[in-house]
């Protein structure tokens, strides 16, 4: 009997790890550059995928450096997920390239670009480095209009799916979960910022949530982006801008000196706001971010 005890132990123990070794395998190991790609993997993901992001939100993803901690990231993942539109160009491939990992090289099915699968703006520029810091496939920054983020929040579900067939019913939903309580926030977001005056921006990194809700871009600090603004520059547009209204908001990796002194001359508000959501958000909170940045340009009356 004891006998008969110990096997029937140790067959469910084996039973027990069998079944853990299938639910591990199942998941996915997802990396996000930033944590607005973080937050469509942790949605579209959720139950079926670890999230690592290898950028907080007041980083500038223009400049960053592959670092060890995001080498070892990668090493191991089965997913990375990028924004695109060469705005990693300067770090992420070099990373890529030394973690030696042949599932996330471009072209692979563990590669993923947000910026691939919509239609971009600006689309064209000159690539000219005297222009500053241009992107000729087009502004990379779509992770500031929540439609075009449905939409690759579909397309990342079908990525995941195609990695992990088993739970592609499970992505597929949390996907359209996603668009439908992105689709619950439009009315409003779109009733709050009718007839908004507009925005001065440090660089033309909201444009898509601008184009989205028809807002005004006022100006930009930067007149060559990347390049810091000159004296003269700010002094132009405060003379320019006399006797309108707006606001003027900036990131925090950009420094406050421009931003201030336009404001002073102008009288307007100022605003720091990360283009991201926190790190750790998913869904829900990149959409908090979005509503975050509704009410700073609604105030701008």
């Not at 480095?129 to 079908?158: F, K, Q, T, W, Y």
């Not at 996907?175 to 439908?180: I, N, V």
Request: cysteine-free; overall charge negative; proline content about 6%.
């Amino acid at each position: 009997m004891f006998k008969g005890f110990i096997v029937s132990v140790i067959g469910a123990l084996l039973g027990g790890l069998l079944a853990l070794g299938t639910a591990q395998a199942a998941e996915l190991d997802v990396v996000a550059t930033s944590s607005s790609m973080g937050a469509l993997a942790r949605t579209v993901g959720a139950g079926r995928a670890q999230v690592t992001v290898l950028a907080s939100p007041d980083r500038d993803l223009h400049v960053l450096q592959a670092k060890p901690t995001m080498i070892r990231a990668l090493r191991d993942a089965d997913l990375v997920v990028a924004v695109g539109a060469e705005l990693e160009v300067g770090w992420l491939p070099v990373a890529i390239a030394s973690a030696a990992n042949p599932r996330i090289l471009p072209g692979q099915a563990g590669y993923f670009e947000a910026a691939a699968q919509v239609d971009l703006l600006e689309v064209g520029s000159p690539a000219d480095r005297a222009l500053g810091d241009v992107h000729p496939v087009g502004n990379p920054h779509v992770n500031m209009d929540p439609v075009r983020m449905a939409i690759v929040a579909s397309a990342l579900g079908e990525r995941m799916a195609l990695l992990d067939p088993d739970g592609a019913q499970t992505y597929r939903a949390n996907a359209r979960s996603f668009a439908a309580a992105t689709e619950q926030r439009m009315d409003a977001w779109q009733t709050r910022l009718a007839d908004t005056p507009g925005v001065v921006l440090y660089h033309r990194d909201a444009l898509y949530l601008l184009d989205r809700f028809g807002v005004p871009l006022l100006g930009t600090i930067e007149e060559i982006p990347g390049v810091p603004p000159t004296a003269q520059q700010i002094k132009d547009l405060s003379e320019r801008l006399q006797g309108r209204s707006g606001v003027i908001v900036y990131a925090p990796y950009t420094s406050a000196q421009a931003p201030e002194r336009l404001a002073k001359g102008l009288g307007w508000d100022t605003r720091r706001l990360t283009l991201d959501p926190p790190i750790g958000a998913d869904g829900s909170g990149y959409l908090d971010h979005i509503d975050l940045w509704v009410d700073t340009l609604s105030q701008s009356r």
